[in-house]
Antibody
């Protein structure tokens, strides 16, 4: 049974850097994608970014200039850093696993000889409350 | 960015009744949709993926349907444990996006 345990700084002043780490246990780290998601009073659940199986990283464009997601495959961990935080970054931050599901040819309902995969989020960390206040 | 719209925002249901929650995508996402249940202070819990497949351990009273842009989560015979906020999320494209949630409360 895979579990995600996360930790990091909970109280920040404006302009400081948020730093969180998530550790995965009980499953294969290299078979999945790894996500950061936050939940804020103003915008609800927001996807921040993910690391895929190849180590490539995708970010939500509206945060991309301030966010770094990094893997540490030797420890089955990945981290999140958000720089220059403001009150708008206050919320609960979750790490989450993306699990593969075989998918039809993109844009169709047909299946071909080549395999395609989509990744849905199946396991979440417990969440870390982050407050930005002067 | 694919926008996910959920309705209603709040659903009042009596115990034992059916609850029907809707989710609409701003463009076709195939069946690449998941539903999550969240209670206060907890992380979301996966209920449904691939629009209609129940996650491990999820009771049969939860069912999902739909494809393309229109999706439904149905809770048959609502129980007190089901009082929560439910979110849909698309994983067809980046950025991944969530609906604003439907809060299920007791009538």
């Amino acid at each position: 049974q895979v579990q995600l345990q996360q930790w990091g700084t909970g109280l920040l002043k404006p302009s400081e850097t948020l730093s969180l780490v998530c550790a995965a246990s009980g499953g294969s780290f290299s078979d999945h994608h790894w996500n950061w998601i936050r939940q804020t009073p103003g915008k609800g659940l927001e996807w921040i970014g993910e690391i895929d199986r190849a180590g490539d990283i995708k970010y939500n464009s509206y945060l991309a200039s301030r966010v770094i997601i990094s893997p540490d495959t030797s420890k089955n961990q990945f981290s999140l850093r958000v720089s220059s935080v403001t009150a708008a970054d206050t919320g609960v931050y979750f790490c989450a696993r993306g699990k593969a599901i075989e998918s039809p040819i993109p844009g169709t309902l047909s299946w071909g000889p080549k395999r395609y995969y989509k990744y849905y989020i199946d396991v979440w960390g417990q969440g870390t409350t982050v407050t930005v206040s002067s | 960015e694919i926008e996910m719209t959920q309705f209603p925002a709040t659903l009042s249901v009596s115990p034992g009744e059916w609850a029907t929650l809707s989710c609409r995508a701003s463009q076709s996402i195939g069946r690449n949709l998941a539903w999550y249940q969240q209670t206060p202070g907890q992380a979301p819990r996966l209920l449904i993926f691939d629009a209609s497949r129940r996650a491990t351990g999820i009771p049969a009273r939860f069912s999902g349907s739909g494809s393309g842009t229109e999706f439904t989560l149905t809770i048959s015979s609502l129980q007190s444990d089901d009082l929560a906020t439910y979110y849909c999320q698309q994983y067809n494209d980046w950025p991944r996006t969530f609906g604003q949630g439907t809060k299920v409360e007791l009538k």
